[in-house]
């Protein structure tokens, strides 16, 4: 059914004349007259009665009437409910991002943005995989990524400093009793990681031993915290934990970067715009911590 032809139809019905319902909807008066006649060859029924007083209902047009009154009010709640979700800072948002982040930096953000708006919902998922925004997994995205692969909104905010920590007491104790090339020192590893091999050998200690095989880059953090070894962790950790130290004569990576992105479908709804918007300016507070020197 060709929807177009409603409004004409509610709109003659209404006002009895063409062109008072090309008024009512601001169109032309053979627009109304083609949409109507397209309707009625549809319907395969006459619709109006045309005669000098105007256009009548006949019995079929009576019929149809209710129907239509009844889908031009389904739509116009569909609308109203869409518009209120853009206006009204209500509703549930879900919020994807690595635990680290989320754990040291984000949870101090979401707790002052829940106070503000509390009729925003916020439906976290933590994990150091990737959701989709493409696929519908999440609706706001924070990453830490070289590049971003998906079709979505998205804010660049500041590179991402990643570099050899240690802590204080296992610098101050090893370091110092080092052979050449970091023999003797213990690195904290993922197991087969590319990644992390290339940052080795491009440290000034490729000879140190990686001793340790620990997945969770959060275990990586707290091992390191009491002196297990050397890991590469995001410079902002020392900020958070100041027993963490980077490791003298090491340099900073700044290959990849930290993204905020957003489902292109949820660039008008408020409370999407709202929590970016927050979140965005909690973490360019932060810049100096992420960037280092």
Not at 98 to 118: G, I
Not at 154 to 172: E, Q, T, V
Not at 208 to 218: E, F, K, L, N, T
């Amino acid at each position: 059914m060709d929807w177009k032809s409603l409004p004409a139809f509610l709109a003659v019905a209404r006002s009895g004349s063409l062109r008072a319902g090309a008024e009512q909807i601001e169109g032309t008066h053979a627009t109304v007259r083609r949409q109507i006649e397209g309707l009625e060859a549809q319907l395969g029924t006459k619709l109006f009665r045309r005669n000098a007083a105007g256009f009548t209902l006949t019995a079929a047009g009576r019929r149809l009437l209710p129907q239509a009154l009844d889908a031009e009010a389904a739509l116009l709640k569909g609308f109203n409910a869409v518009k209120g979700l853009d206006r009204e800072a209500s509703g549930r948002i879900r919020l994807s991002a690595d635990p680290l982040t989320a754990h040291y930096l984000l949870a101090p953000a979401l707790a002052d943005f829940a106070m503000l708006y509390p009729e925003i919902e916020i439906e976290l998922k933590l994990s150091y995989f990737i959701d989709s925004i493409e696929k519908d997994e999440t609706d706001v995205s924070i990453r830490h990524v070289v590049e971003v692969e998906e079709n979505a909104v998205g804010r660049k905010l500041f590179p991402l400093s990643i570099g050899a920590f240690a802590a204080r007491n296992y610098i101050d104790r090893e370091l110092p009793k080092a052979g050449p090339k970091g023999k003797g020192l213990t690195w904290i590893g993922y197991g087969d990681v590319p990644e992390l091999q290339s940052l080795i050998d491009a440290s000034p200690f490729p000879r140190a031993r990686i001793r340790h095989i620990v997945q969770d880059p959060q275990m990586h953090l707290h091992l390191a915290r009491h002196g297990a070894g050397m890991t590469f962790v995001a410079n902002w950790v020392q900020t958070v934990f100041p027993e963490m130290q980077r490791v003298p004569g090491t340099d900073l990576d700044q290959r990849r970067s930290t993204w905020i992105l957003l489902h292109s479908g949820l660039r008008r709804v408020r409370r999407a715009r709202l929590l970016v918007d927050y979140l965005s300016s909690a973490l360019l507070e932060r810049r100096a911590d992420f960037l280092g020197q």
